[in-house]
């Protein structure tokens, strides 16, 4: 899994309250296994319109945010089903952090096993974020893990708190197998201490 450390980036305005899992892909996209080509499933509905082609009207389709890594969306992002393909489709479309006021349980721990950071905000500072989003491709924030902080285009920071372990584990890039495979000398040990006293299991 990739590190987060700190990412500058475009921030796309999505200010929409209760953006489930089949929004952000709807299930028609999900009958692969694998975690790459999911972003033409991203937020199908909303970015494409019935022949297939480009809506404009959508933000990710708008020139400016085209290469956006940062979301800032409305209430109880990820709501839903608990489908692994909605961080994976984020992922694949090249979004690293998404913020907001609250986060469905599951989807927010998936971001987490996937090297996504989402952020939860007060509704003061998510209507200020919205703002400098609506920016266009002034719309650069700055989001550092360490420091625990968001910074906008005029140079104002925001604080932010995030579960210590989880924090660890974006640090380092590590996912549940990556976290397994650090206690790999504990657990060779453990193996081999396990074969010499019960050589019978």
Known sequence: MEKFTQLTGVAAPLPIVNI???MIIPKDYLKTIKRTG?????FAEMRLNEDGSENPDFVL???AYRDAQILVAGDNFGCGS???HAPWALLDRGIR???STSFADIFYNNCFKNGILPITVTPEQLEALLDDAERGSNAVLTVDLE???ITGPDGGTISFEIDAHKKHCLL???DDIGQTMEKADNIASFETQLAETRPWV
């Open 20 to 22: 489930d899992t089949d």
């Open 82 to 84: 608990s489908r692994e």
């Open 38 to 42: 999911l972003s033409e499933g991203l």
């Open 97 to 99: 952090c998404i913020i």
């Open 61 to 63: 389709n708008k020139p």
């Open 172 to 174: 380092n890039g590590l």
């Open 147 to 149: 420091s625990q902080t």
